[in-house]
């Protein structure tokens, strides 16, 4: 027997069975909690070096591909020059105006091209080098995140091992405490847990701590005789003061 509130309450030995179990769940909970969130932490991390990863993949995929479309207006360019000086050659063997005028146009129609695509090869090499910029300032940028990330990882895990130790050692007093009740006690305890997360609410004032709703005054009455476990009627968690 206890005296609450100037009140003598008889405590039923299965509700402190079950108080005991309630310190040792939430303890639980909050341990699982850390290590949730620990490894979520772990998982952000590791996901910001991916994204880092693909994006100097695609910045490398951006430079090869300009780079490509520049070789290729190099070539076009190459082959235009080349087309001039057969063209040059050919004016030393012309016989008539008519052909060494053609040769002419034709030849001053690919000058006029060259210095076009010379203009375009320059605009596009000076794409490529500044996308090959960004590229080396996300890949120093990744190098930098996997440091972090080995050194975050390291300490995490170190983290998460002593966590692990404590829930299995809070696992082990659990069952030693659950050993104490009947198959239909614990039951009970567990049916509430699930639904209610905390499955025992105090009493104060007539108000249920779980709820916040009114405890009827015959129920506070059972709770002070400590005959039988009384249970809420709004949330159903398992009383007592």
Avoid: W
Wanted: net charge neutral; charged share 35%.
């Amino acid at each position: 027997m206890v005296t609450r509130e100037g009140k003598e309450v008889i405590v039923l030995p299965v509700l402190e069975k079950f108080k005991s179990l309630q310190v040792v769940d939430r303890d639980l909970a909050r341990y699982l909690e850390m290590l949730a969130r620990k490894k979520a932490s772990l998982g952000h991390s590791e996901q910001a070096v991916k994204d880092l990863e693909q994006e100097v993949e695609r910045a490398r995929v951006r430079v090869q591909g300009i780079r490509k479309e520049a070789a290729g207006r190099e070539l076009k360019l190459r082959e235009h020059e080349a087309e001039v000086a057969k063209l040059a050659n050919q004016l030393n063997t012309v016989k008539t105006n008519k052909e060494y005028s053609i040769i002419l146009e034709r030849t001053g129609g690919l000058k006029a091209d060259i210095a076009m695509l010379e203009e375009e090869v320059l605009t596009v090499l000076e794409r490529a080098d500044l996308e090959e910029k960004n590229r080396r300032a996300a890949a120093a940028k990744l190098e930098v995140r996997k440091v972090s990330y080995a050194k975050e990882t390291s300490e995490l895990d170190r983290e998460c091992i002593e966590l692990v130790g404590e829930i299995e050692a809070l696992r082990q007093k659990r069952a030693a405490v659950a050993a104490g009740l009947s198959r239909e006690e614990l039951a009970r305890y567990e049916r509430v847990l699930k639904l209610r997360i905390v499955a025992l609410s105090l009493v104060v004032n007539e108000v249920c701590q779980g709820c916040f709703m009114q405890v009827t005054s015959q129920d506070v009455n059972l709770l002070l005789l400590g005959q039988e476990l009384v249970t809420c009627r709004h949330c159903g968690r398992i009383l007592h003061i």
